[in-house]
């Protein structure tokens, strides 16, 4: 799947997180986390060529789940490029709070890969901000470098991305749900580098408001 969500549509990113990617999901298709990409704050999405989610309910879902406020210096991320395999799934419990209704009702009317690329961008957003606590992702883009790859209910993406304050990180994940998509059960990340600037436009990585906000 070229372009991923990012919940926040292929690129679109519960704390925060889902809420960027629920945003994808009515946006782009529920996918971030996300520009044209697919690809979890709670509902924005994630830049991705499908939106599922709007950016109303991504942020919705982010202002439902934890209001840590972000680290002032996000430039260098410490225990980068190590995998971080998910002790506790964090998805299910995010999407099951009160004031993300609208979010639940959007992902149950998906189905197939669509359905599982934004189950797994949720979860990517969220595992992400419970790895390192002022990180609140915006944006997942699942192909940046690379296409995503699904099968039955595994969804692989490792060459992804995610934003967070106007940076971009390189971000690869591999998430397993049940059979019938219904949650995921288990998650997988690595955080890699921060993409320099200079190569954003290349990758269609954007800075800034969602451009598909008012689409």
Request: glycine share 6%; hydrophobic share 35%.
């Amino acid at each position: 799947m070229k372009n991923g969500t990012g919940f926040g549509k292929h690129q679109r990113g519960t704390g925060p997180v889902v809420a960027s990617v629920l945003l994808h999901l009515v946006a782009a298709g529920i996918v971030l986390l996300f520009p044209p990409r697919t690809h979890l704050e709670p509902p924005r999405e994630i830049p991705v060529t499908v939106d599922v989610f709007t950016p109303q309910q991504f942020q919705a879902i982010r202002n439902e789940s934890s209001r840590i406020e972000p680290s002032t210096d996000t430039t260098v991320l410490s225990g980068r490029n190590s995998t971080v395999t998910a002790e506790n799934i964090l998805s299910g419990s995010v999407l099951n709070e009160p004031g993300n209704e609208e979010a639940r009702i959007s992902l149950s009317k998906l189905s197939g890969d669509t359905r599982l690329e934004q189950l797994c961008i949720i979860e990517a957003m969220e595992q992400i901000h419970h790895w390192r606590s002022d990180i609140k992702p915006e944006w997942i883009v699942t192909s940046v470098r690379s296409d995503t790859q699904t099968k039955d209910s595994t969804y692989v993406a490792e060459g992804a991305a995610f934003r967070q304050e106007d940076r971009w990180y390189d971000l690869s994940f591999k998430c397993e749900a049940t059979p019938r998509l219904e949650e995921v059960v288990a998650f997988e990340f690595t955080v890699g580098e921060r993409i320099p600037p200079n190569q954003l436009e290349r990758h269609r990585l954007f800075i800034g408001p969602d451009p598909h906000a008012h689409d």
